[in-house]
C-alpha cells in the first residue's frame, strides 16, 4: 500500500468541470451557458472601466503590500456595508453590523458555516429546493447538517411559496435557512417584496436564523432593489447572516472579492461576533486579499468611479433581459402552444429550463452548446451571434 492509495477520485465540480471541457471544445459555434459568469455580447468577460481605472491607481501609488487586517480594511468594509443596508441605514448608524471583508463570498459563506457551527452546535441549515450545488458541500464541509425546503415549482416555472412557508413554520428555534436574497440560482426565481414581507415575520416568530446569499446585486431589478430583502430584514430587527459576492457584479471572478456581515442585536454583540469571525478566518485563511480590497473600495468609494460602475451594472442587466426576450421569441415560435413565459419573469443570470439530462446531453454532443445537467441556463452567456441558433437547438431537443 503506497500513502494515498485509499483515496477516492474527485469527481469534479459539476459547474467547474463543464466550463473546462467547454474551454478543450474545438467547435467554432460552441456556446458557454454553463457557469454564473457575465460575458458581453461579443462573448467576452469584460473588464470593466472602473475596476481598470482603480487598479491603475494602486498600481501608480505602489504601497507596500502586507498583511490585510484578518477582517479586512476598513475602507472597503465600510463600502460593503453601504452598499448592502444603504447610507442613512439605521442598522448600520446603530453600529449592530459586523462585517469582514473575505476571500469571495465563498469564503464568507464558509467563515459564517464555520461560526454556526462553533456556536450553534445543534442547529441544521435548510436550502431551498433546488440551490446552488456548492450550498450544501459548504455547509456539510463545515460540519452542518443540510435539509431542503420546497422552493420551485416545475408546473408553472415559479415559486411554491406557501409550502416553502410552512415548512420553515414547522422548524425548530434557530435552524439556520439559506435565502438568495435576489437572481435565485439556479432557478432565476425570486420571492417579490410582498412575499419577503410576509416571509420574513415568519423567521422571526420561529426564531429562525436567516441566511442570505447576494451573489449577483444589480442583475435582478438594480442595485438597490436588489437589496431589498437585506434592508427589509435589517429594518425587521432580527439577527441575520449576508455573505455578498463582487465577482460577478463587479466582473472581478479571479480576485476573490466578497464579504460576510452578520446584523446583530447592538453594537457590543456586534463586536463580540466579529471577534469570533476573526478567529475563525486565523485559523483558516487567515487575511483576506489587498488587492480585492483596493477594488471594492475605490469603485464603490470614489464617486465618479461609483457612478461608472452603475452603469457598467445596468449595462450588463440590460443586456441579459434582452438575451431573455430574444430566446423567448425564438423558442416560442419554433414551438408554439407551448408557454415559455418564465424565459421573460425569471431574473438574474440564471433560468431553469425544464430540459432533462438527456436532452442537456444532445444539446452538447449535437450542438455544442454547454449547460449543467439540472437544466440551468446561463442566460449572460447569450448573444446576438448565437441566441438564435441556441434557441433553435433547444427547440430541437424539446
Ligand atoms: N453564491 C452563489 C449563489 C453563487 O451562484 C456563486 C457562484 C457564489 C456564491 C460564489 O461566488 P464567489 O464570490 O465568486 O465565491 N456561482 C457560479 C460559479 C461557481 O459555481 O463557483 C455558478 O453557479 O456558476
Known sequence: MSTFSHLEPYAGDPILSLNEAFGHDPRPNKVNLS????????GRIPVLDCVRRAEAQMLAESAPKSYLPIEGTAAARSAVQGLLFGAGSPALASGRVATLQTV?????????????????????????DPTWDNHRAMFEGAGLKVHPYPYYDAASGGLRFDAMCETLSSLPAQSVVLLHACCHNPTGVDLSQAQWEQLIPLLGERRLIPYLDLAYQGYGDGIA??????????????????????????SV?????GALSVVCA????????????????????????????????????????????????????????????????????????RDFGYFLTQRGMFSYTGLSAAQVDRLREEFGVYLVRSGRICVAGLNSGNVERTAEAMAAVL
Open 35 to 42: 457557469i454564473g459568469i457575465y460575458f458581453d455580447d461579443a
Open 104 to 128: 469571495g463570498s465563498s469564503g464568507g459563506l464558509r467563515v459564517g458555516a464555520d461560526f454556526l457551527r462553533r456556536w450553534f452546535p445543534a442547529s441544521e441549515v435548510w436550502v431551498s
Open 266 to 337: 447592538d453594537r457590543a454583540e456586534a463586536e463580540l461576533v466579529l471577534g469570533q469571525l476573526k478567529a475563525t478566518v486565523r485559523r483558516n485563511y487567515s487575511s483576506p486579499a489587498l488587492h480585492a480590497a483596493g477594488i471594492i473600495s475605490r469603485v464603490l468609494g470614489e464617486p465618479e468611479l461609483r457612478a461608472a460602475w452603475e452603469a457598467d451594472v445596468a449595462a450588463m442587466r440590460t443586456r441579459i433581459l434582452a438575451m431573455r426576450r430574444s430566446l423567448h421569441g425564438v423558442i416560442s415560435a419554433k414551438l408554439p402552444g
Open 225 to 250: 432593489e436588489d437589496a431589498f430583502a437585506v434592508r427589509a430584514l435589517a429594518d425587521s430587527g432580527l439577527s441575520f447572516f449576508i455573505a455578498n459576492s463582487f465577482s460577478k457584479s463587479m
Open 253 to 257: 471572478y479571479g480576485e476573490r472579492a
